[in-house]
């Protein structure tokens, strides 16, 4: 061996799987304190983001950006999303957030929309008309700041009961969306957010402002992070992984009887050799004596890679790690993550919107049950909108970029849009557009070491508030990998082994 292959042997390698928010906060965190610590860029270790599609390409790119600072108070998450709410606002302080991303902070309102009128050609039979108890999910629950004694579960997750066994799982239950505690909120005119209709609004209630609501364009965020970090060494692979296996791992042997009247042929030249990780046909593989590296990364284009660590991060796809023969001790139901398929759209007023974010209940109308949508303007003075989530978790398809709205639902969201606001009414820029969120069918990510393990790590299943706790995950992960723990947060909620 050279005495460069060998120094690339030694330099430890960690490999990061998906460049939504969490994968790419995760590789900004470490590749910039190993700068800082290991001056020598040929003896710092090497880190390396795979992404098979491009940067924040699903949810990471395609949701509200909304950060609340409070807003998951009680809940098992509530030191997560504080202090991301709080790094948020560091990072965006230094490399001017304001200006790449569009940070600010905001205000937040909750309406409550009544009977809206609408064409009689766009009514709706009223079919399944649900009672006021109920909801369809949609990606964020509006809650006001509550009694951290009293437990609630965010939207776009399950509903959680204490009664339930650990191994059991609720697969088809949504939490629905609970009227916000007006005691606990402030109550202001209709006229305090000018561009919706006034006639339409029954209530309007602050549930937050600039000191505790923010906002972030999540895929400008995403791709200066991904530039930050790749200033300061990170390297980017485009490809899918394919599988990763442990280098020193011996499959058990199966022994079976053959008739003596059968003849063993020779298998043909292009199967699997299963002698040490090679494959015939494929770029040769290192056999267990040359490499002292755990895994090997099988990628379905360029080279393969040889690594000490591995951070799978890639949201709604997580559970493709338990195809692969390294994550053979993880059982699916330690990491119930699917996704949850939420429709949004664009618009450009013709006139820039305030700072100011509404979340609309609209109930009582000629659509069946209730709606509610979520309308983020943004200072660029585009508009974001976002609802109509399905209400059942699926697996996405292989590919992101494969369209997945619903004509229905995006025509719904579009009118509903155009029923509360005259100022979206005839700017929609872009419409039927669709995304999976990552949801974790106990409600809470999965951010921890694969027990027993040499080096595997997941990361994933932050449902709608992914972009608020993305900062913090990618944080906490690269302690895990560079110190062997996180001492920043407390990581026990979100343990693998804790629904095991």
């Not at 965006?92 to 064409?119: M, N, Q």
């Not at 063993?264 to 292009?270: F, G, H, V």
Request: proline share 7%; glycine share 6%; charged share 25%.
């Amino acid at each position: 061996m050279s005495s460069n292959s060998q120094k690339e042997e030694d330099r430890e390698t960690i490999i990061i799987i998906g460049a939504g928010i969490v994968g790419v906060s995760t590789a900004y965190f470490t590749v910039k304190r190993l700068s800082e610590e290991y001056p020598d860029s040929t003896t710092r270790p090497r880190v390396v983001l795979v992404e098979q599609c491009e940067p924040g390409c699903s949810a990471s790119g395609k949701s509200g950006g909304f950060l609340a600072r409070q807003w998951s108070d009680g809940t098992d998450t509530e030191q997560l999303a504080q202090f991301s709410y709080d790094l948020h606002a560091k990072l965006a302080l230094e490399h001017s957030g304001k200006e790449r991303w569009g940070y600010r902070p905001l205000d937040t309102f909750c309406a409550e929309i009544d009977r809206i009128p609408v064409r009689q050609a766009k009514q709706h039979k009223a079919t399944n008309v649900r009672s006021g108890a109920e909801s369809v999910v949609t990606s964020i629950e509006v809650i006001a700041p509550r009694d951290k004694r009293v437990s609630s579960a965010t939207t776009m997750e399950y509903k959680r009961s204490d009664a339930l066994d650990d191994d059991s799982l609720q697969t088809s239950t949504h939490a629905s969306i609970p009227v916000p505690d007006t005691g606990a909120v402030k109550a202001v005119p209709p006229e305090t957010v000018p561009w919706l209709h006034n006639r339409v609004i029954t209530k309007l209630h602050q549930v937050g402002n600039t000191k505790n609501t923010a906002q972030v364009d999540p895929l400008k965020l995403t791709r200066v992070l991904l530039a930050e970090a790749k200033a300061h060494g990170l390297e980017t692979v485009r490809a899918k992984v394919i599988d990763i296996c442990e280098t020193r791992y011996r499959p058990p042997l199966i022994e079976f009887s053959i008739n003596k009247r059968e003849c063993i042929r020779e298998p043909p030249p292009d199967v699997l050799n299963i002698t040490g990780l090679s494959m015939t046909g494929r770029d040769s593989r290192p056999t267990n004596a040359k490499t002292k590296k755990p895994y090997i990364v099988l990628l379905d284009q360029g080279t393969d890679i040889l690594v000490d660590k591995v951070v799978v991060a890639c949201g709604a796809w997580a559970t493709s790690c338990l195809r692969w023969e390294a994550f053979r001790d993880v059982s699916a139901s330690q990491i119930p993550i699917q996704g949850l398929r939420v429709h949004y759209l664009l618009a450009k007023p013709k006139e820039q919107l305030p700072a100011q974010a509404v979340f609309a209940e609209i109930n009582g109308t000629v659509y069946s049950g209730e709606d509610a949508i979520e309308i983020y303007p943004r200072p660029d003075g585009s508009v974001f909108v976002c609802g109509e989530a399905l209400d059942d978790p699926e697996m996405p398809p292989h590919n992101p970029f494969e369209p997945v709205y619903s004509k229905r639902a995006t025509g719904r969201l579009k009118q509903i849009v155009n029923d509360v606001s005259s100022a979206l009414s005839f700017d929609i820029i872009q419409y039927g557009l669709a995304c999976h969120l990552p949801v974790h069918a106990r409600g809470i990510p999965v951010i921890s070491k694969v027990p027993s393990s040499k080096g595997l790590y997941i990361a994933a299943g932050h449902g709608c508030w992914g972009i608020l706790n993305g900062p913090a995950t990618g944080m906490a992960v690269s302690e895990l990998l560079i110190d062997g723990e996180c001492t920043t947060l407390d990581l026990s909620n979100f343990r693998l082994d804790r629904w095991a």
